[in-house]
């Protein structure tokens, strides 16, 4: 909660000193005053030591009127060059503090500001702790020792949430932008909602702003999709890093990797495989790497000589010489299948580029003919653009008659031939990866099975009483390759495992989004609804007439007033007149606020209006609109306002209301005695 207890303006002149005090209380405090008497001066003071002068259209001193920082005018035509002005302001949350800040000064910069600790105006002790700090500068938001702003939000308990900017970056709130959420001056104020927001390329910042003003769950859940977002960006890297492990062990191995792919995903690890594709069926890694160790048992013993394994050798020659013809079949046609998998890709990838600037050129063209124009083409109204004669585009008979496709079903017609391409060459390129697997595949055992027959042919023309020199090399291959397989499998076995601890972390991470996936928890539901039925029930207590009340509502986007008729959606400020739009703003300011009441949300309890019976609003309007003020359960409310400079209006107006004058008689700015 933010309370202002007082406000005391000090200004020297070089004819004596001037300036303005005054204590204010709970509740509606109305600063009554005729123009140019000095309101709007005071309204400017508040915001100048609070710092949020940013409102007014600029920064520091220059955004003050000329009566607190150039001359003083007293009495009428009597002018006082200011030579120091400062501004004591008094605030309370939980605690007192008295705020400084200087306007005009030779010794003290506009963007410096001391804090006191306890209260400098209404209590007794004036000798208290003094702490300098710095605004409009390079840490005035984010300095925990010096920055104004920071103290600020900390005084004022507000942990101020991380919101994303135009660079696609997240950057803390700022208190400027909050601000006009509660505080509404006379000039730009009240053209628009938030209209004296500073810009500071945060998205959607209004959004944002109510968000953190109804304190909505939604901050909550962008952390957590925050956090959720970080894990799954190390899930990928993590598993990237996996995949790659076991497409290297595939590759080395010559097996197909199955069961698992580049991207996270639930797996069951018993899927996960290493497959080679034989004549008839398919083989895991870890039954070939058993196949293997027992035809080592078939070479236990000594080696035998080349005389006892002739028949054996002229037996696997002719055996081997058969495999490589069926091999070298099977590697011809693969290749083969290869080199036309490739040229049908590259022909459905040149169909992919002209459907799809077919489907440009339509949806285009379909633009401009909703827009209401005419699509020029020659061809498209069957003229021939050579000779201009009439042509026709069918070769069936001209009695048989022929609808031509509209634009719409024209571009159904190619969006659905570009998804069917898409997928066909996706599939085509999955299935030439295979092929390219299998191919490397027979290049390995064609180049085995011709060191197999180099060594037996060799084998046979040797001496029959030499030991056998294709046995020998059998057995070493063999052993290379069952020990290779070992490894292998080992490193394989490692990377399931990880694979599998992932794809857990991948299951968790889901059930963490499905509880988040809503844009809104129930309870945000609840205050939306809330704050759509208060703004409802208060245009109808300040006679709001433009459109009927039923149409209204509040937008899921934004937050913002609509009209919704006929489920077409219109901006309220468009479809209200100048003083029903008044209304409008009225209305939302005071709803955020009670919203926020009732919820325990983050607004300061706050209002400030500058000047708000604006474009001659009807007395019995402004009336309603001071008594909803006057009856807001807890907080403070100041209504800077001249009724018009009349007396019988301003006691029309507060009649039977519970308020708080502050009476500006003449001039806000005299003499101090």
Partial sequence: MLKINAIKIEITTVDGSYGFEHAFSKGLNIIRGNNSSGKSSLFQAVLYALGLEELLGGKNEKTMQSVLKDTVEYPDEAFHKIIQSQIYLEIENKSVVTIKRAIVSPSEDAKLIDVFYGALLTGTNKHLKRQSMFVHDKGSASNSIYGFHLFLANFLEWELPEVPNSQGQYTHLYLQQIAPSFIVEQKSGWADFFATMPYYGIKQASSRVIEFILNMDIFENQKKKQEIGYQSDMLKEKWKTSFIQLSNIARDTRFILQGVTDHPSIVNIDEICLLKERETDAVTIENEYLYLKHEMLKYDGEVRTVGENIELNEKRLEDLQNKLNLKSLQYDKISSDLLLGEQQINQYETQLLDVISDLNKNKAALKVVKLGGDINSEISKSICPTCHQQIEDTLLPQDVQQVPMRLEDNIKYLESEKKML????????????????????????????????????????????????????????????????????????????????????????????????????????????????????????????????????????????????????????????????????????????????????????????????????????????????????????????????????????????????????DKLIKPLF
Wanted: proline share 2%; charged share 30%.
């Fill in 422 to 665: 898409e997928k066909y060459i996706e599939g085509q390129k999955r299935i030439q990866k295979e092929n390219q697997i299998r191919t490397n595949q027979l290049k390995d055992e064609l180049t085995e099975l011709r060191a197999d027959i180099r060594r037996i042919k060799k084998d046979l023309i040797s001496d029959s009483r030499m030991p056998s020199i294709a046995e020998i090399e059998n057995r070493l291959n063999l052993q290379k390759k069952v020990e290779f397989l070992e490894k292998k499998i080992e490193e394989f076995e490692i990377q399931k495992l990880q694979i599998q601890l992932l794809s857990n972390t991948y299951s968790s991470i889901l059930a963490q989004k499905s509880e988040i996936d809503g844009t809104y928890s129930k309870l945000d539901n609840k205050k939306i609804e809330e704050l759509k039925l208060s703004f409802i029930r208060l245009l109808k207590e300040f006679k709001y007439e433009s459109k009927p009340i039923n149409t209204i509502s509040l937008s899921l986007d934004d937050y913002m007033p609509l009209n919704q008729i006929d489920g077409e959606k219109y901006n309220i400020r468009f479809d209200s007149s100048a003083s029903d739009f008044i209304r409008c703003l009225w209305a939302y300011y005071i709803s955020l606020m009670l919203v926020s009441i009732n919820y325990n949300g983050n607004h300061p309890n706050i209002l400030m209006f500058d000047e708000p019976k604006q474009q001659d609003m009807s007395e019995e309007g402004f009336r309603n609109f001071l008594k909803e003020l006057s009856e807001i359960p807890i907080g403070q409310v100041f209504v800077f306002a001249s009724f018009e400079n009349k007396d019988e209006s301003f006691i029309s107006v507060t009649n039977n209301i519970e308020y708080h004058l502050v009476k500006i008689e």
